[in-house]
């Protein structure tokens, strides 16, 4: 699918807040509140809008502590060590990356002795390092 400024600016309409209602896109960016919704339909089966979700904030759940975690894996153990990231609710986010390390996970965690436990059963499927985050300056949506 091809993207206009129009399905552009719904997208980052949408970033900011899933839960606009279409009549008040529709009045930003000057089309029917219609034609929104035919777009926002058209963007989410062409698979560019992927799912509607709250921005958390992990400090006011009790998620004091955010750590990137370098890790390289051997590849034998790496489907074993996906499961595991996968049914952890500490972990937010996993990527294969290039560089020393294969992978860079963000995870959250309510202490630092949490996050040490974490890193230790990680440690078993491979070599770690760890950045833990003093703040974040700038987060934002995609668009």
């Known amino acids: 699918m091809e993207l206009d400024n129009t399905d ?6 949408l ?5 606009t209602p279409n009549k008040a896109i529709a009045e930003e960016v000057f089309v029917s509140a219609p034609t929104v919704s035919a777009r926002i339909d058209a963007m ?6 992927k799912g ?11 998620n004091f502590i955010t750590a990137y ?3 390289e894996a051997a590849p034998s153990v790496r489907e074993e060590l996906y499961d595991k990231l996968r049914s952890s609710r500490e972990v937010t ?3 294969r990356v290039t560089g020393e390390y294969s992978l860079l996970i963000k995870a959250v965690f309510p202490s630092t002795e949490s996050l040490d436990k974490f890193t230790g059963t990680l440690q078993h499927y491979g ?9 974040t300056v700038i987060h934002r949506p995609f668009i």
């Open 8 to 13: 552009r600016e719904i997208l980052k309409i």
């Open 15 to 19: 970033s900011r807040n899933a839960r």
């Open 44 to 49: 989410t089966k062409a698979g560019i809008i």
């Open 52 to 62: 509607y979700h709250a921005d958390v904030n992990v400090d006011a759940v009790g």
């Open 69 to 71: 975690i370098n890790m």
């Open 93 to 95: 986010e996993c990527s």
């Open 127 to 135: 070599k770690t390092n760890t950045q833990i985050v003093f703040s």
